[in-house]
């Protein structure tokens, strides 16, 4: 059976690499190994020391990470001579050879490094890794921001839109990936398994992943979603312990109330807006009665965009929060003109608008503390999405519903400001 | 379940792709979608511009093929000038920001083009398919054969072996699968569905295929492999309808009788090695008896060189014919000085070696035409693949068992031409 | 992963059975093994034993089978003596003991012996075949006729509707599975792969098997479905060559053009109606268009009631066809009154109606041998299933469409005969 | 893809068997759903009235439930009229028909109900649930006694070791069957998710459980494996949260150190058996350094015969406790000859014997309890288990090491009481 083969053999892969990866055998050092593999002529003996090379780096300390990295930033940069005659050449003779000539001295030959790593058995994983380390050591280091940028070069061609799978994740998921749910949530955490299941096991409530067929054992990212009746106004409710189920058939709302990225090393290789938009569709698909596609969103920066701005806020009038949070919403601009909050940034530039306002919708205290217990629906209307983000990448202007943009209107403290 | 999940995923992504990539929706002519595309701010409406223009290129003739090619060959092309002056910039003020200005200046936007087009769902297969036609169509024009490194410099990454998945294809592989292994056998034709039971069904035969995750339905390349005792010395033996079977745990021997590339698209993008290194690993993992990995090759070029040289041959001294194939082997180079057969070109690069001449292997109309029937075993000693094919990559000397040298020695005619 | 794991060991036990089937280890003759095998206290030998049995009755010739039945069938019959005073000690003393003895002595030994037997891996497949065997040598044996009942009755339980799956036949289907329907088509032959695929692969054809989770190898019985606009009145239109092809989402009707059994030794197990309301079920769900389900089926007892009958037919009045097919399927009884025809008595007991009649329906051979090319749609109304089967079966009247009525009403010849 | 086709099958039916069990739907009383449905003439109602009444049950108190078990008890028990009557016409002349009518007449009518019931999508696991009911309600009363009989007897049938399948589980395995491996450990319980996991992760440990088919959710029974160097003497170092882990070629010795029945309603249809050689098969071909495989035990009536013997023991001499552990286990018999331990009567049935005495080797409150902490490793050496168990279902003499001989005649207390 073909599927049974499939498995088998990403099984053995992953089997191989696991205790390949575990002991060093090969005397050169690393640097001398990373030299030999990117002019390695076949793929024989490359496939081993790509093998040796990751299996020595994840052996490694930051002070060695880190000589590594620089290593390979500064010897295998391009030579600007090189690309230069090789330019030259092409300009006066432009053929295939010229033009590969060019092509070869314009690529550093890191990327080609990065690229022959890959070749061994589950190096992606490894890979995503060492991009994590690189992005936490070479901060402020110009060499160390340019190999970054190699990396993501060829990670967006790796972790193509149309490479990944959406997998639901549930209570039937195997238990080796919910405990990375566990880990990776990042908005709402989940304390343990029984939380988990509180949010995975009701016919209400949906999670879906992103996966990379060479990282099987690895969500990329990954969104939770509730099935209600109307669109919920605070988290609390969402995720309340003795709430009572809902068939999943009576819904009229998905209320994506949690989006995670899981991995450090794809950092900027944005899935989100796939993810959300594919989880849109499939739901559709299957519940006919879904009209409303809906976030439940934080607003992270409230609190410092305040701060920044001198202004206080007071927990005791609700309203006048929400006035605010309205307000910073639709007006709060980082330098270049794009909203401040990354969150209003993500939902915007996907195509959503600022829905409305929740008052004391998350009060834990990470809720409190960053925006006085305030949250946000960002409203999918999947009609008119396209069209929602063209106006938005275009003008920057944040749009909302009518209630939004009054409540921001109302907001009296920041009007004096403004003044 | 998640595997489930997997697969419906998968399932839908191919019949989502199936349905949307037959119609045209879109009024733009595709020169200016492509460039759209590239300068699409969003996933939104790139995805939707991506599937139209698969589609609408997939109905084009090939005069609008080649169009189309040239139009992105020559308007997407890189500007001499704007990668001199980044890379003058980054040489002045080497940054994170002035070196992805340079990378951006020095990578031609076509292939942002087929990054973006890859992201449709189920595109790739579609994009390999854009290459067959690239080169059929673009065969001469040096536009067009450097716009053909730019799809081989992508297809390099996507088809990385790292992502490759190896899968066993016997007689319980789906039909649709099956079908194309009848429709892509090069080496030794397969005639109709008996033909291809014979191959795949008995208990001594193997079949193993590459897939890639985004092409599940099409083999990538694949191998057959007869159990024996003993390395054969003709393909009508291995072949013969109403041979006796043998139980898989009594051989000896795995003979690779038939390797065929199956995608005009991945030309130059090799596989074969890997498949050959995998499938080797594997049967050695299952049947502990396998103690000789050979092949049963033909000599495709013999015929022709022996033509180019204007030597005749004599069908009607086998040993002569074996002592002269043996010399060719041995001797005849192409300029450059890789053997000129390019069959012997791919088994010596990846370690394996010339272990024996057979006289009459192949009687059929091709085998003889191309060779006199004689055919060729190459040993895989895994043992020795890895210094194998460096001693052949430094040298381009052709390793061969004893037996072959004197063979070769003994070619009298060819020593005379020598002189 | 546990699915892996299914297969595994799904794949593990049949080739572990395929292998130990072939050799006999056991000197024992096989009477003597049957009675040691119901002896046998323990599962170690009893498995070995049964593995044994199986694969000496599969070496055996007729003869020795039929000897091997009526030893069975006389020496593991019930034991009246015994029956009786187990029968009588329960009245006397009712007990989980007096009981069980009585349970006991009821059984004919031979049923425990085909329930031990089904215990090594992959038996049931062999035992299905062994009672092919036993119907098709038993025949006119009281003894074996009664052995065949012991057989049917364990059958009914491990064949019990909640242990079939249902399984989509498809193009995509593995090739073993594709090449028993190709054989097993009972109703319209198909004649080679090519054929299969033009009933499989195109988009507005379907097809169902059902499978018992210990014979994944075995399709049990299998429905083709046509989808298509209307009612369709002739299967030359169904299975042309040229047709165009339809998009299912447009289809207002399935078809079910042929039912076929597979397996012999399921004889009296039926599971067409099962089938066909999961299939009805499914289609349902996947397509919301489907508002009509029909059969186009033969008349297979046609032409040979009317010769019984003493009739003539005329193949060149259809029309007079039509009326005559319409007032045999309405009147025509066997013994006991159920209608003559064994598909019109399978399709009513379903639940169907007569629908319609279609002259020069199917003008193959075999066609117009068995009812002169006429065929007859039955409808099956999913709201009016139950009501229909119950009348049908209470009554034994066959309801029909007014226009069938009509018909039948207008068939002269056979109102004169029957005056 | 087959397999694809299969879970959704599988899935589709649990789904649909989920929604449709939660309402009754029918007014009629049960008792009359129980008669209609073992009377219903076709499959259409019956399914309908089978699912019916396992909903009804499944919301019944304990009260109605036995209210119907003694209905259909008494109500559909054989009648002993018709099995004479029919048995002496059986006589008169043997006929299938004759026969038929004597089965009829010998099988209660009550089995025959079960059996339909059965055929409703996902019934299987509602049928084990009741007869676990039965089992709790009915104790001491003959009518239900032997109702659970024809329980018994149909899921011998049904739960046939052919149709069982064996799965690993292992922290890979979805997190719905994980909970169920915690809930059932009967043995040494498990906590909570981290103890599972060390006892499912590590490399040198393994599970195996049996499903069957139609209730893939529910695990039968499982054992849980250590793979260790050398036979373990205590459960606390198998079981220690900082044990060093090994590699699972190097173990030579597999460990069965819990075995846990997970089915109330399938009491006394035994899997132990044929689980540990399943497994020990499985691990045999995987790991060709295992050259032992051994339990470790518990003694759980090891208390209780002293007690019931009135003896004494002295936790402070374990070498005492160890000397009276082998007499009991070699000695101590219950009324027939059996062993008076019920995990040494599993075992020797087997064909595993008694190989060594542990002391101090289960340190818990329950270890302590009721052997003092005393346990066993009974050891299956493969060649030899076919022999041992028929010799001791023959003699009912326990085998056992001479070392545990020896430790039996040392015995000094117990020798006294002997005398």
């Known amino acids: 059976m073909t599927l049974l083969a499939d498995l088998l053999s990403i099984v053995f892969e992953r089997r191989y690499r696991k205790s390949a990866i575990r002991k060093a055998k090969d005397g050169r050092p690393v640097k001398e190994l990373a030299s030999d593999l990117v002019g390695s002529t076949g793929e024989v003996s490359g496939l081993a020391m790509a093998d040796e090379l990751l299996t020595r780096f994840d052996m490694m300390d930051d002070e060695s990470k880190l000589d590594f990295f620089r290593h390979i930033a500064i010897k295998m940069n391009i030579d600007p001579e090189a690309v230069r005659s090789t330019l030259y050449n092409y300009e006066q003779n432009p053929s295939r050879a010229s033009y590969r000539a060019f092509m070869t001295a314009a690529e550093p030959r ?201 202004l206080e806020w007071d927990l005791s009038h609700p309203e006048q929060m929400s006035a605010t949070a309205a307000y910073y919403l639709l007006n709060a601009k980082r330098k270049g003109g794009m909203p401040f909050d990354p969150v209003a940034r993500f939902h915007l530039s996907n195509g959503a608008i600022v829905h409305a306002i929740c008052a004391n919708a998350d009060i834990s205290d990470k809720g409190l503390a960053q925006s006085g217990g305030t949250m946000v629906n960002y409203l999918y209307d999947m009609g008119k999405i396209t069209q929602n983000y063209e106006h938005f990448l275009t003008t920057q202007k944040v749009v909302s519903s009518s209630t939004v943009k009054s409540l921001a209107n109302s907001c009296s403290i920041l009007q004096v400001q403004k003044r």
């Open 110 to 310: 890191r990327q080609e490094l990065i690229r022959r790593l890959n070749e061994a058995q589950g190096a992606t994983g490894a890979l995503v890794q060492m991009r994590a380390d690189l992005l936490r050591l070479g901060k402020g280091e110009p060499e160390l921001e340019a190999l970054d940028l190699d990396f993501r070069h060829l990670f967006v061609s790796w972790f193509n839109r149309g490479f990944l799978i959406a997998r639901p994740i549930n209570w039937e998921s195997p238990a080796h990936i919910l405990e990375k749910i566990i880990a990776y949530e990042a908005v709402h955490a989940i304390g343990n398994w029984e939380e988990l299941r509180r949010r995975l096991e009701p016919i209400d409530r949906r999670c879906f992943a992103f996966f990379h067929p060479s990282m099987p054992d690895e969500p990329l990212i990954f969104v939770e979603v509730a099935l209600t009746k109307g669109i919920p106004n605070s988290v609390q409710g969402l995720l309340a312990e003795d709430r009572e189920y809902m068939s999943a058939e009576e819904a009229d709302t998905a209320v994506f109330y949690s989006i995670s990225n899981c991995q450090a090393g794809l950092s900027n290789i944005s899935f989100g807006n796939s993810l959300i938009k594919q989880v849109a569709s499939d739901l559709s698909a299957e519940l006919v009665g879904l009209r409303t596609f809906v976030t439940l969103s934080p607003i992270p920066e409230l609190a410092r965009w305040l701060k920044q701005e001198g």
